[in-house]
């Protein structure tokens, strides 16, 4: 989290869009980090999630909340106007 929110903007958002990515492909292709292989480098999408929005807290000194469940770009962008 500490290393995500020390990132500059413009990186930080690449991964905002990577997992609205990951949110699509979960949600309507049932594809998510897959348990039983191993070799599966990515992370469950909800524990990407709540990395991305406890970096985003992090990088704007704003103590942590619950996630209202949003669309996490419109998530990112409201903690970023706080």
């Given amino acids: 989290m500490d290393a995500y929110a020390r990132l ?3 990186d ?3 991964i905002v869009r990577w997992v609205e990515v990951r949110r699509r492909l ?3 292709h049932d594809l998510d980090h897959d348990e039983t292989n191993l070799a599966d480098p990515l992370l469950p ?3 990407l ?4 929005i ?11 909340a619950n996630d209202p469940s949003d669309d996490l770009e419109l998530v990112v ?3 970023r106007a706080s």
């Avoid at 999630?49 to 991305?52: D, E, I, N, T």
């Avoid at 406890?54 to 942590?64: L, N």
């Fill in 8 to 10: 500059p903007v413009a």
């Fill in 12 to 14: 930080r958002d690449v």
């Fill in 26 to 28: 979960h949600d309507e």
């Fill in 45 to 47: 999408y909800a524990t």
């Fill in 49 to 52: 999630r709540a990395h991305v």
């Fill in 54 to 64: 406890a970096g985003e807290r992090a990088a704007r000194g704003v103590s942590p």
């Fill in 77 to 79: 962008a409201a903690i």
